[in-house]
């Protein structure tokens, strides 16, 4: 596993290295992959992570259902609640529902609706790793929202590299350093071999050049 401090050090060659800019960048990694198989779906990650501080942008959530799940979600402050009518209304309007499912990164269903979003929604929300997650009766999805907001997902499909948003330029090193380290364990935990398979590690802000971290 990578120690920290060369976390952090890479962090900060990253960010004097990038060209002055009068706006607050992201702060992005890039993870290499090796000795993978991706053509085997058993190898492919996807996964949620909860990043410890956030990534400076809140995921816009979308919850789908009708009855309590609409108070709390409103409670919650979600930007989108679509009830039964709505999920079919939308499975008509596919330019819509392609925008809806590129612009909201988390869905939460109520079980007793997964069937209609399988119908109406699945195309669209289905290919872009979206699919909602389901909540049975009772539970309380506040503090699952809460979690959502602060989290990353990662879906390889098949693809050897991805990248992260993982902060901004405005964040301190210590706090990017942190969500690079929970990426970090939670790839290398779901990895067979661990790090043996992680070829490269990068830092990078949005206009400035890649620095290796491992």
């Known amino acids: 596993m990578v120690e920290k401090s060369v976390i952090t050090d890479a962090i900060q060659k990253a960010k004097e290295t990038a060209p002055e800019r009068k706006f607050t960048e992201s702060i992005d990694i890039t993870i290499n992959l090796k000795n993978i198989d991706m053509a085997q779906p058993k190898n492919r990650i996807d996964e949620i992570i909860l990043l410890p501080h956030g990534n400076g942008s809140k995921a816009k959530i979308s919850v789908l259902g009708s009855g309590d799940i609409v108070t709390q979600a409103r409670d919650a402050g979600v930007e989108l609640i679509m009830g039964p009518d709505e999920i079919e209304r939308l499975g008509g309007e596919p330019r819509e529902a392609r925008k809806v499912a590129c612009e909201h990164r988390f869905f939460l269903a109520e079980t007793k609706v997964m069937a209609l979003v399988g119908r109406w929604l699945g195309p669209r929300l289905g290919p872009r790793g979206r699919m909602p997650q389901p909540i049975q009766d009772g539970v309380d999805i506040r503090p699952i ?9 990662v879906r390889t499909k098949d693809k050897m590299a991805f990248s992260l948003k993982v902060g901004t330029t405005a964040m301190s090193d210590d706090q990017i350093a942190d969500n690079i380290d929970a990426v ?10 661990g790090e043996f398979q ?3 590690v990068y830092v ?3 206009m400035g050049p890649a620095v290796k971290v491992m």
Do not use: G, P
């Open 184 to 193: 970090l364990k939670r790839i290398l935990d779901r990895l067979e071999s």
């Open 198 to 200: 992680v070829r490269s």
């Open 204 to 206: 990078k802000t949005t």
């Open 145 to 153: 929202v809460e979690r959502l907001r602060n989290s990353v997902k």
